[in-house]
């Protein structure tokens, strides 16, 4: 069983900065992704960027390209989500997840979640 545990969350200003964590326990059999997504009110959860755990590789969707950057530390088992020059359309609750998805970009293709942290950007 994964548990995932999100931190760093916070109210910024429009153009500011927060690193966003998401500490795991557990253990999986295999290659896996882990992947940020967020969910604004009244809005479907999104995914903003993902990792994969065995070379690394890396994606960013598309609307928060050129501002937030996927990374992770293996020996401490921590995935990162930095994000820099904020907007208030950023404004979200934001989970990671993990498992193995045919899509990096469908929630419902992940068996793991963490139980979320908010981020609002004025």
């Known amino acids: 069983h994964v548990q995932l545990v999100e931190s760093g969350g916070g109210s910024v200003q429009a153009g500011g900065s927060l690193r966003l964590s998401c500490a795991a326990s557990g253990y999986l059999s295999r290659r896996y992704w882990m992947t940020w997504f967020r969910q604004a009110p009244g809005q479907e959860r999104e995914g903003v960027a993902a990792i994969e755990s065995g070379d690394g590789g890396s994606f960013v969707h598309d609307s928060v390209k050129g501002r937030f950057t996927i990374s992770q530390n293996n020996a401490k088992n921590t995935l990162y989500l930095q994000m820099n020059s904020l907007k208030p359309e950023d404004t979200a609750i934001y989970y990671c997840?993990?498992?193995?998805?045919?899509?990096?970009?469908?929630?419902?293709?992940?068996?793991?979640w963490g139980q979320g942290t908010q981020v609002t950007v004025s």
């Open positions: 997840a993990a498992g193995f998805p045919a899509n990096i970009w469908v929630a419902t293709d992940y068996n793991y």
